[in-house]
């Protein structure tokens, strides 16, 4: 199982796109930094039940709290979950494009 991480906005860079044309079926998404913006679209059709995460911080540095928060396969997660997530799986993969 991979963790996939995203620090780019879908509206600004093509690095969402690029994960999700490589996301498998038990793979994680973690989306951090503006990577958070993609909460707002419906990005995630392509990867029905995927486990999506992204950072409490970044989420609420861009005000995104709300959205996540009606996301239901979206998990706001704090800095020691990241590392949790990073030690549970293997490969990483960063999309940062």
């Not at 709290?65 to 996301?71: C, D, G, L, R």
């Not at 998990?75 to 030690?87: A, F, K, S």
Request: charged share 20%; glycine share 4%; proline share 4%.
């Amino acid at each position: 199982m991979t963790l996939h991480i995203v620090n780019q906005s879908p509206f600004s860079s093509n690095a969402l796109q690029d994960c999700l044309e490589n996301f498998a079926q038990g793979d994680v998404l973690l989306l951090i930094e503006d990577g958070v913006y993609a909460l707002q679209g419906e990005f995630f059709r392509a990867i029905p039940g995927a486990r999506i995460y992204c950072l409490e911080v970044d989420t609420a540095a861009r005000a995104q709290e709300a959205t996540a928060s009606a996301k239901p396969n979206v998990e706001v997660i704090n800095d020691i979950r990241w590392v949790q997530l990073c030690t549970q799986h293997n490969p990483i993969v960063s999309w940062f494009r």
